[in-house]
């Protein structure tokens, strides 16, 4: 059988992968028509809204929904219908840390994969590509197919592929334009390199072939755990050598260029930080933690922990009474907290006693109230409220603190009046720019003492 023509696509998630995903699958592919399904109504109706309030902040998302949406982009609650009509259908449903049960606080909770993929089988009346988007530990398109083979009905087969997702939020869709790669994995079986084939078919729409890596179903779910640890490694490394620049007067900024020189190092990812946030480095790590600890390598398993316990570390170290602190999306250019640095800054300065007053450009304040809430648990947020406040200013969150944490790189930090805010500020006036964003220069004429991260106080 030759591999079959992709024509219809249906995703399941409408989160921050499949929404910008399959949109721009969508605008790329204007003869194959893509449905994204989600369970959360809320989630569907700001996809479908009509001014275009989308439910997730990505810069250049929202011209792409207005090309497709309604041409051959539709977003649905209607899960069943999605997978009955698709050819081939992406799962990138959310996969967090599990909170409970075996494995909990490192193996990822695949309770959302697999009822999705339960549904597949009982919806499906005719073969299906299925492919994981969702990012999951290694061999679990073994156990989608064995649920899907043992629920599927007669004349229903499914091809099972994994396509991992590489964008990284706040450039997704110039990640998605122009990706470094796609990386696509299936058993090396007739039906499973045809299935490939189709998929490639898809990606060929926009992606040069040479930049679609075609490799095992293993090898694919793997390497983006790898991809993630590796990335977060070389964040842990720069900082743990943060600490001893300032403990020696070397300039971290100075290291990591002259290390970043070095062609088999490369300059990326070896900016130091208040620590990584984000919902997939620590979640990926963990996982691959722990999934070295059930195949019984602790040595692996305790070499990639110390990578999450490094970034521990360092938000601990930026935990000193009034503190303001600018920003709390876990980087620029988008409204997405989770595993935000801020977070776990907010919560040290708070077991602190210290007052915290919170300003970001983009992250509404039920979002910052509903964090908080989640990370200092058994603490009612009435009592979280008393220490914390929310302004929706720069200057107005500055006015009377001590000192003020940079937690997220946005670019209009750097463009603050900031002899207003030294003026308004207690002295001696402390600024801590944990993301090298603000000229420390500038900062100390006007009278502030600057840290910033990996710079020693003697330079
Ligand atoms: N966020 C990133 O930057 C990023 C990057 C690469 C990979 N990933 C991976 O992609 C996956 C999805 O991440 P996300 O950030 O998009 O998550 P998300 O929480 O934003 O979105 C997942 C969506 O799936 C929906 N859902 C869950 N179960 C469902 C079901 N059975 N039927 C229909 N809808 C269902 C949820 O309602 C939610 O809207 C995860 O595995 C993540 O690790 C994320």
Known sequence: ????????????????????????????????????????????????????????????????????????????????????????????????????????????????????????????????????????????AESMRTILEANSKPNARFDILSNPEFLAEGTAIDDLFRPDRVLIGSLQTQEGIDACTSLAEVYANWVPRERVLTVGLWSSELSKLAANAMLAQRISSINALSAIC?????????VAHAVGYD??????????????????????????????????????????????????????????????VLGFAFKADTGDTRESASITLIRDFLSEKAHVNVYDPKVEGEQIWQDLAEAIPGTPLETIKKSVTIHNGALSACTGAEAIVIATEWKEFRDIDWQAVYDSMNKPAFVFDGRMLLDAKKLREIGFNVTVIGRGDRL
């Open 263 to 324: 062609s088999r190092v490369g300059p990326k990812f070896l900016k130091a930080s208040v620590g990584f946030g984000g919902s997939c480095f620590q979640k990926d790590i963990l996982n691959l933690v722990y999934l070295s600890e059930s195949l019984h390598l602790p040595e692996v398993a305790a070499y990639w922990r110390q990578v999450v316990e490094m970034n521990e570390y360092q938000k601990r170290r930026f935990a000193k009474k009034r503190i303001a």
């Open 1 to 140: 059988m030759a591999p079959v023509k992709v024509k219809k696509i249906c995703c399941i998630g409408a989160g921050y992968v499949g929404g910008p995903t399959c949109a721009v699958i969508a605008l790329k592919c204007p003869h194959i028509q893509v449905t994204i399904v989600d369970l959360n109504q809320s989630r569907v109706d700001a996809w479908n809204s009509p001014d275009y309030k989308l439910p997730i902040y990505e810069p250049g998302l929202e011209e792409v929904v207005r090309q497709a949406r309604g041409k051959n982009l539709f977003f649905s609650t209607d899960v069943d219908k999605g997978i009955l009509e698709a050819d081939l259908i992406f799962v990138s449903v959310n996969t967090p840390t599990k909170k409970t049960g075996v494995g909990a606080g490192f193996a990822a909770d695949l309770n959302y994969v697999e009822l999705a993929t339960r549904r597949i089988a009982a919806v499906a009346t005719s073969s299906k590509i299925v492919v994981e988007k969702s990012t999951v530990p290694c061999r679990t």
């Open 246 to 254: 300032e403990a020696t007067g070397a300039n971290i900024d100075e």
